[in-house]
């Protein structure tokens, strides 16, 4: 008997624990969209007014929800304000648009500094020593649930949206990537993708590593041939602000990445650029 009571208490909890946050979300993502903040969308995100009124709508209720769950931080002497909540939270949301409800589950924090900061990080030499190297950062995405973002050069991304270099879009990239356990170049996909994903990804990261060494041009930023996991946040910000030119010169990669987003950004550049 006892062991039967013990039995249903933890399908209950289960299913609680199951049921609650997907309630939470819907409840978040049906709130009115303040007035307010759909006027910082519209001065701050040219991209929002190219998009029809269905991703318009949902792109509010993914907002809801982001700024809802996660906690915004600033950091050296950096104000945090709607403006900074609504455009960070709007760009990393735009990435979500054909990803259902699920908003970054896994993303507590987002750290905003007013510039590019300095991360200290242990750097070994060739001699095998070790020693301290200082980066400056524009952004920088955790696997511990923190994303770290420097708000001048996030006003930057967003205001020129067809430059190919967003550190919003980038860094959220890493989230995508890491859902699926590494930071490896590919988040989780249908069954069926991963074969293809992994041939045309392969085949065009090695093809960016040999124009790096060349010193050939490239529509993607050559730092994309660091590592995969680079490649594919490199990858999705000329994706979203050169959809064009991506599809021109990297037509598989281009639909490996439409089919994964769900969208074609072309449309929104000929309505930004109209």
Sequence with gaps: MVATQVFAAIVILGG????????????????????????????NLPIYA????????????LINVFIASKRFVGCGG????????????????????????????????????????IVERDQQREDGTVAMQQDHLLGESWSNGKVILSWDDVLTGVSNFNDGHNVVLHEFAHQLDTASGA?????????????????????????????????????????????????????????FEKPRQLHKKHPQLFEELERYYGVDPRDWQAAINS
């Design 78 to 117: 950096q104000e945090i304000t709607d403006e900074i909540r609504v455009t960070i939270s709007a760009e990393a949301c735009l990435l979500l648009l054909r990803q259902g409800w699920s908003v970054y589950p896994k993303l507590y924090s987002v750290l905003v500094y007013p510039s590019s900061f």
């Design 183 to 239: 930071a490896n170049g590919a988040p989780p996909l249908r069954r069926n993708s991963y074969a293809s994903w992994a041939t045309v990804l392969t085949k065009e990261f090695k093809q960016l590593k040999w124009r790096r060494i060349k010193r050939h041009k490239s529509v993607m930023a050559k730092y994309g041939a660091t590592n995969p996991a680079e490649f594919f946040a490199v990858a999705t910000e000329t994706f």
């Design 50 to 61: 190219a998009l029809n009124e269905a991703d318009k709508d949902k792109l509010c209720q």
């Design 16 to 43: 609680l624990l199951f049921f609650i946050p997907r309630w939470k979300n819907r409840y978040l993502r049906n709130k009115p969209f303040p007035s307010q903040w759909r006027s910082i969308l519209m001065a």
